[in-house]
C-alpha cells in the first residue's frame, strides 16, 4: 500500500532552496541546502538526445544559460561543461541528484512532457528501480500520469495542473486540463494545482471525493500557512519556513 502521509506533513521545496542566499533552482548546492534544513525536494527532469535523464525546469537553455537550444537536441556530453550563468554549476544528472539525496529527504519528481516523453517516462522509472526511498512522480502531462498507472503503479503519482490562461493550448484542451477529466483514467494519487487558482470547483470535488490535494509554489510564510491549513500541503520557494 502506497504510503502518502509524508506528501501532508513535508514541507518541500520548490526546485531546492533557491532564491535564499543567491542559490539558483535544481541546482546541487540548493538540494545540498535542502537537505540541511531536512525539507523534502521538489525536481524537474528533461530527457536529452541521447537518451541521458538531467534535472533541469525549461526546455531549452535560454532562460539560465542564454543559449537558445532545446535539450531534446542535445547530448550529455554537449551540455555537461556549460554553466549557468553566473555561477559555477552544472545541469545534473537524475542518477546524479538521487545519489546526492540518497533517502535523507523525500522527492517529487515533475516528469516534463518535452521530447519523446514515452521515453522519458521508462527511463525516470528504470532510474528509480535503484532507488528505494520515499518519491513520488508527477506531471502536467496526463499521458505521463498514465504511462505510471500502467507501467509503474507502484510509485506515487500525482496531476498537476492549473488554469492555463496563459497557455497558446486550443481553448478545449485548457478546459478539458483545467477541469482535470483525464484523471478518471490516470487515476493519480493526489493534484497538484497553481495556488493563484485555488479554491475553485474542480479542486472542491476532488477532495469530496478524498484527494490529496497540494498547492504550488508559496513565496510567502503566510501563503504556505494558508495552503497547509486550506488544503493538504504546498510545495515553497524563495524562503525559509519554521517548522
Same mark, same amino acid.
Given at each position: 500500500?502506497?504510503?502518502?502521509?509524508?506528501?501532508?506533513? %513535508?514541507?518541500?521545496?520548490?526546485?531546492? @532552496?533557491?532564491?535564499? $542566499?543567491?542559490?539558483?533552482?535544481?541546482?546541487?548546492?540548493? /538540494?545540498?541546502? %535542502?537537505?540541511?534544513?531536512?525539507?523534502?525536494?521538489?525536481?524537474?527532469?528533461?530527457? @536529452? *538526445? $541521447?537518451?541521458?535523464?538531467?534535472?533541469?525546469?525549461?526546455?531549452?537553455?535560454? &532562460?539560465l544559460f542564454g543559449i537558445d537550444r532545446a535539450l531534446k537536441d542535445l547530448t550529455y556530453d554537449e551540455l555537461k561543461t556549460l554553466k549557468i550563468a553566473g555561477t559555477d554549476e552544472t545541469i545534473p544528472t537524475l542518477d546524479e541528484i538521487l545519489l546526492l539525496v540518497n533517502g535523507q529527504v523525500p522527492l517529487m519528481i515533475e516528469i516534463k512532457p518535452f521530447g519523446d516523453k514515452k521515453r522519458h517516462a521508462k527511463a525516470v522509472n528504470e532510474?528509480?528501480?535503484?532507488?528505494?526511498?520515499?518519491?513520488?512522480?508527477?506531471?502536467?502531462? +496526463?499521458?505521463?500520469?498514465?504511462? /505510471?498507472? &500502467?507501467? %509503474? *503503479?507502484?510509485?506515487?503519482?500525482?496531476?498537476?495542473?492549473?488554469y492555463f490562461t496563459d497557455? $497558446?493550448?486550443?481553448?478545449?484542451?485548457?478546459?478539458?486540463? &483545467?477541469?482535470?477529466? /483525464?484523471?478518471?483514467?490516470?487515476? +493519480? $494519487? /493526489?493534484?497538484?494545482y497553481r495556488l493563484e487558482d485555488m479554491p475553485n470547483k474542480y479542486i472542491d470535488k476532488a477532495r469530496k471525493k478524498g484527494m490529496l490535494i497540494l498547492g504550488y509554489a508559496a513565496r510567502s510564510p503566510k501563503t504556505l500557512s494558508y495552503a497547509r491549513k486550506a488544503f493538504d500541503n504546498a510545495v515553497f520557494e524563495n524562503f525559509i519556513p519554521k517548522k
Open positions: 500500500m502506497k504510503q502518502l502521509s509524508w506528501l501532508k506533513e %513535508a514541507y518541500i521545496t520548490h526546485r531546492g @532552496l533557491h532564491g535564499v $542566499d543567491g542559490l539558483v533552482e535544481n541546482t546541487r548546492k540548493s /538540494f545540498t541546502e %535542502a537537505i540541511k534544513h531536512g525539507f523534502g525536494i521538489e525536481i524537474d527532469t528533461n530527457i @536529452l *538526445k $541521447d537518451g541521458t535523464v538531467v534535472v533541469f525546469h525549461d526546455k531549452n537553455l535560454k &532562460r532510474t528509480l528501480k535503484k532507488y528505494p526511498y520515499e518519491v513520488a512522480i508527477q506531471s502536467y502531462d +496526463p499521458s505521463i500520469v498514465y504511462w /505510471f498507472k &500502467r507501467h %509503474a *503503479k507502484e510509485h506515487i503519482r500525482g496531476q498537476i495542473s492549473e497557455s $497558446d493550448m486550443s481553448n478545449i484542451m485548457r478546459k478539458l486540463l &483545467r477541469r482535470m477529466v /483525464f484523471n478518471r483514467l490516470t487515476k +493519480p $494519487d /493526489f493534484i497538484n
